[in-house]
T-cell receptor, first 113, second 113 residues
Framework: ETGVTQTPRHLVMGMTNKKSLKCEQHLGHNAMYWYKQSAKKPLELMFVYNFKEQTENNSVPSRFSPECPNSSHLFLHLHTLQPEDSALYLC????????????FGQGTRLTVV | DQQVKQNSPSLSVQEGRISILNCDYTNSMFDYFLWYKKYPAEGPTFLISISSIKDKNEDGRFTVFLNKSAKHLSLHIVPSQPGDSAVYFCAATAVQGAQKLVFGQGTRLTINP
């Protein structure tokens, strides 16, 4: 149990579907992140939220839309994805945005068909 | 441009021997380095870290070495155990510029009995 919970664990969606990934942390951390892990590529940072405010968007396409209603919850809304968006999506949290280790959730394995 | 590189995608080591995982970085602003371990179907978990003011940090069977002039760090695991079989990610960050964690591609370590 890492303190960061992601749901669902697996998701298969069509290119015209709308779905959301959910992340919840009970560690009292101030920063939350979405990462994407594709096969044979480094973990790619997608979004950073610090104290519920988005502080970073790493040139992510608009078909990915994050939402952070409070410091414990983070969502990633998905709309009209492409098959190449299939990947493992990892949520993480940390006390601050720099110089601290991040705690990761188990990830959502997304398959776009 | 990949700022953190793990050039060995996989490594196989005999149980009881030493495992050495390597990581190179290009950004001289990085001043804090971390290693994460990832099992299948789980998110990465923090393993050990080192600040740039040190050249070695030890925690039980795990030791991280930092060579700043070569922009190189390594993780030593000794003795290696079957439960160490996982993917290991190197990550780096910098205080200046509020740099977020930048990850390498990962190295899959297999410990053979």
């Amino acid at each position: 149990e890492t303190g960061v919970t992601q749901t669902p664990r697996h998701l298969v969606m069509g290119m015209t579907n709308k779905k959301s990934l959910k992340c919840e942390q009970h560690l009292g951390h101030n920063a939350m992140y979405w990462y994407k892990q594709s096969a044979k590529k480094p973990l790619e940072l997608m979004f950073v939220y610090n104290f519920k405010e988005q502080t970073e968007n790493n040139s992510v396409p608009s078909r990915f839309s994050p939402e952070c209603p409070n410091s414990s919850h983070l969502f990633l809304h998905l709309h009209t994805l492409q098959p190449e968006d299939s990947a493992l999506y990892l949520c993480a949290s940390s006390q601050e945005t720099v110089l601290t280790e991040a705690f990761f959730g188990q990830g959502t394995r997304l398959t776009v068909v | 441009d990949q700022q953190v590189k793990q050039n060995s995608p996989s490594l196989s080591v005999q149980e009881g021997r030493i495992s050495i995982l390597n990581c190179d970085y290009t950004n001289s602003m990085f001043d804090y380095f971390l290693w994460y371990k990832k099992y299948p179907a789980e998110g990465p978990t923090f393993l050990i870290s080192i600040s740039s003011i040190k050249d070695k940090n030890e925690d039980g069977r795990f030791t991280v070495f930092l060579n700043k002039s070569a922009k190189h760090l390594s993780l030593h695991i000794v003795p290696s155990q079957p439960g160490d079989s996982a993917v290991y990610f190197c990550a780096a960050t910098a205080v200046q510029g509020a740099q977020k964690l930048v990850f390498g591609q990962g190295t899959r370590l297999t410990i053979n009995p």
